[in-house]
């Protein structure tokens, strides 16, 4: 994260509660964690007993206050794992590698889990813990008879199922006067929470909360529930020996990312993709991978369709059912964008563009959510150009622009519009007058761009892009000067001073957020789904010689391979699909953030537009 290169961030309180992020982030990287080798023995062990359906019992019981117990996803499930053994039982080997404190281990058939249990020990015991108490839990919940047969039937599945293995380093104690403001000293999806009473500690693993979508909030709740207790439970100023004390620790996670596959060490749920993993070629079959995660989201009639709303792999739902308008509408003009490319797969650019085109419709049939709706209107005007349906796109000429959207006429009492709404009217404004040659729609949407990008901060320009630089350079001839040029420039200067570099990532072991934009402070603050929006129209910067001097090329394009190398990051690839039951569905859907496994329509569709631009600006560099 921010830690050496702190110069790159804005001045002020956000820089400094990001050096104080960073700090401890790097703090608890330093604390020892189990060696790699000695975890990939842990790991093959446990395969071992996995596949023989059988773990050894130890020489003793498990003591009061040695902390085995089931894992706290057991209060979704309503079962209890099995305990381990009795007193007396046959001395075994111990697997635990140097310096682990706890394990988790999660079994999966067909990405289903069929058993996880938790253990914290320092007795060295905690992988072996964990194995019986998650072998026993998949015993009962494995689809098999029980009947006399059952253990043959199981064994002859223990080759299909998927181990989860993940050890603990040391416990780091949290100061905090909440439970709030303790999630914010947890690097999400790298670090598991704990909660110590007594002798006893419960744990949850960043794994666990990573394949549950749980903040670390929410695992400090379900830490403290594993000890039966509420979250009010929790006193900062309770000094006696019984109190809560909050943890944080860090993990080594291995996996395999499907059944037969080797397995694989994992960095936040799935692998840290580099950046020479980024070519043209990789982008393009990226971007048709993206596009089919978006084509397989839509519900199609014989002659509309419409796209379903938010993904939600951990539970294969959609949230809502169907997505808002203006969301159906940016996802048909990403397509239509992918169609026009003329790169990756035929048969996925045909696709595309049909269900551009039926998307387009089934918001055009669907007046009780479209009507009133200016960003749904002017989204569905520039996918209509897009997909060359101008009659569909509903484009007029007269004043107030297509389909009703109105420039700066409306009455006094009305509201005015939002500045981001604005400016992706601006833009369909400037491409039905660029497509139709009418003055007044010219005109008026001139107007809206001079408007907005008179009323703009530089703190504001992210959220308004690409759509607010598409509507200015669509009023513009090729050659003809651009009049926001500088404050485009400045734009482009900020997104990239809060861009992460390897510089910031690599001290705190971050490097899978190499090439994110931090905009705020906390979580809200590290690198997400947003980083997306801007670098679109950065992408569409490079390759215009009136923004881009060519001698400033080079810096400006390793910045945007950065973001591509991030947007690839943030693809729910095989690594990350082991943690989901239905991973037909999730795979390739573009995650909210590296710890939201939320797939918006949006992330998607801006996901495709950036890969389009990027690819674009590359050949407008070469034909130079």
């Known amino acids: 994260m921010k830690t050496t290169s702190l110069s790159r961030a804005p001045a002020g309180p956000r820089a400094w509660l990001w050096a104080c992020l960073a700090g401890l982030w790097v703090a608890a990287s330093a604390q020892a964690l189990p060696g790699a080798t000695e975890a990939m023995r842990a790991f093959a062990t446990l395969e071992g007993w996995v596949r023989a359906w059988d773990v050894p019992t130890g020489e003793t019981a498990v003591p009061p206050g040695s902390g085995w117990h089931g894992s706290p996803s057991r209060d979704r499930t309503g079962e209890t794992p099995v305990p381990p053994g009795k007193t007396g039982e046959t001395p075994v080997p111990l697997a635990d590698p140097e310096g682990t404190t706890a394990a988790c281990v999660t079994l999966r058939l067909a990405g289903r889990?069929?058993?996880?249990?938790?253990?914290?020990?320092?007795?060295?015991?905690?992988?072996?813990?964990?194995?019986?108490?998650?072998?026993?839990?998949?015993?009962?919940?494995?689809?098999?008879?029980?009947?006399?047969?059952?253990?043959?039937?199981?064994?002859?599945?223990?080759?299909?199922?998927?181990?989860?293995?993940?050890?603990?380093?040391?416990?780091?104690?949290?100061?905090?006067?909440?439970?709030?403001?303790?999630?914010?000293?947890?690097?999400?999806?790298?670090?598991?929470?704990?909660?110590?009473?007594?002798?006893?500690?419960?744990?949850?693993?960043?794994?666990?909360?990573?394949?549950?979508?749980?903040?670390?909030?929410?695992?400090?709740?379900?830490?403290l529930g594993g000890h039966g207790l509420a979250p009010t439970a929790f006193d900062p100023d309770d000094a006696g020996p019984g109190r809560p004390v909050l943890l944080r620790f860090e993990t080594l996670h291995i996996a395999h990312p499907a059944a037969g596959r080797p397995p694989v060490f994992l960095t936040r749920g799935g692998r840290v993709v580099g950046v020479r993993d980024i070519s043209p070629a990789s982008l393009a079959q990226l971007g048709d991978n993206v596009a089919r995660n978006l084509i397989s989201r839509a519900a199609v009639e014989a002659d509309h369709a419409r796209m379903r709303g938010a993904y939600y792999p951990w539970n294969d739902t959609f949230e809502p059912e169907f997505a808002e308008p203006v969301e159906q509408a940016l996802a048909a003009y990403a397509l239509a964008r992918w169609a026009n490319s003329g790169r990756g797969d035929e048969?996925?650019?045909?696709?595309?563009?049909?269900?551009?085109?039926?998307?387009?419709?089934?918001?055009?049939?669907?007046?009780?959510?479209?009507?009133?709706d200016v960003a749904a209107a002017s989204m569905r005007t520039v996918a209509g150009i897009a997909v060359e349906n101008r009659a569909r796109a509903g484009i007029k000429p007269e004043a107030d622009g297509p389909a009703g959207m109105g420039a700066s006429r409306a009455p006094a009492e009305v509201p005015p519009l939002p500045a981001p709404i604005r400016a992706i009217r601006a833009m369909a404004l400037a491409e039905a007058a660029s497509v139709q040659g009418h003055d007044e729609l010219r005109r008026a949407a001139s107007e809206e761009v001079r408007a907005v990008f008179a009323g703009a901060t530089p703190a504001s320009m992210p959220g308004l892009m690409p759509w607010l630089g598409y509507a200015e350079l669509a009023l513009l001839g090729s050659e003809e000067r651009i009049p926001s040029a500088v404050a485009l420039r400045e734009f482009r200067a900020l997104v990239e001073r809060g861009q992460l570099t390897l510089a910031d990532a690599a001290p705190s072991g971050d490097e899978d957020f190499v090439g994110g934009v931090v905009f705020g402070v906390g979580d809200a603050g590290l690198p997400t789904a947003h980083t997306l929006r801007p670098f679109v129209f950065l992408a569409r910067m490079l390759g215009d010689d009136r923004l881009t001097e060519a001698e400033d090329r080079t810096a400006h394009l390793a910045r945007l391979l950065d973001a591509l190398r991030y947007t690839r990051q943030l693809v729910a690839d095989e690594a990350v699909c082991h943690m989901f039951s239905s991973r037909e569905r999730a795979i390739w859907g573009v995650r909210a953030s590296l710890w939201d496994q939320r797939q918006p329509v949006e992330a998607a569709a801006m996901a495709l537009l950036l890969i389009v631009e990027s690819l674009d600006a590359v050949d407008a560099m070469l034909d130079e």
């Open 113 to 223: 889990v069929v058993g996880r249990a938790t253990a914290v020990s320092d007795r060295s015991d905690a992988v072996r813990l964990a194995a019986r108490g998650a072998l026993a839990q998949a015993s009962q919940r494995m689809p098999v008879e029980r009947d006399a047969l059952r253990r043959e039937r199981l064994l002859a599945l223990a080759p299909s199922v998927e181990i989860d293995l993940q050890l603990a380093g040391v416990f780091v104690p949290v100061v905090a006067r909440s439970l709030g403001e303790a999630s914010l000293s947890v690097n999400p999806g790298r670090e598991g929470v704990a909660v110590r009473i007594g002798e006893r500690t419960e744990a949850v693993f960043p794994g666990v909360m990573l394949s549950t979508n749980m903040t670390p909030g929410d695992g400090f709740v379900a830490a």
């Open 347 to 372: 048969g996925v650019r045909v696709a595309a563009a049909s269900l551009a085109e039926k998307i387009i419709t089934g918001i055009s049939r669907d007046d009780g959510g479209f009507s009133g």
